[in-house]
């Protein structure tokens, strides 16, 4: 399985992005699928997951101005960033899970990087 994520960028505090990471499978397949982010010398953050159903959840940081969604046809997940501030500054990492009785699988794309300027 890979995950290519795309659309980070650089922007301006307050504007917005829209990440998009690209399966090479149906997404259906994964339990759940999500975004973290790593910000220079800070640990890797969940930022939003979806789950199969189609339940979001969301870090508190990111509520309200972040919006997960996904579009099974184009086996694509997104990650709809607005109201951007310098805080939202990492590089941004697509994942996905699939979970079966006896194990769990997890993946990585490459991550893409998001700089929003003040």
């Known amino acids: 399985v890979q995950l290519q994520a795309s659309g980070g960028g650089l922007v301006q505090a307050g504007g917005s992005l829209r990440l998009s990471c690209a399966a090479s499978r149906s997404i259906f397949l994964f339990n759940v699928m999500g975004w973290y982010r790593q910000a220079p010398g800070k640990q890797r953050e969940l930022v939003a997951v979806?789950?199969?159903?189609?339940?979001?959840s969301y870090a508190d940081s990111v509520k309200g101005r972040f919006t997960i969604s996904g579009d099974y046809a184009k086996r694509t997940v997104y990650l709809q960033m607005t109201s951007l501030n310098a805080e939202d500054t990492a590089v941004y990492y697509c994942?996905?899970?699939?979970?079966?009785?006896?194990?769990?699988?997890?993946?990585w794309g490459q991550g893409t990087l998001v700089t929003v300027s003040s």
């Open positions: 979806v789950t199969r159903g189609g339940t979001p």
């Open positions: 994942n996905a899970v699939t979970t079966t009785r006896d194990r769990n699988d997890e993946y």
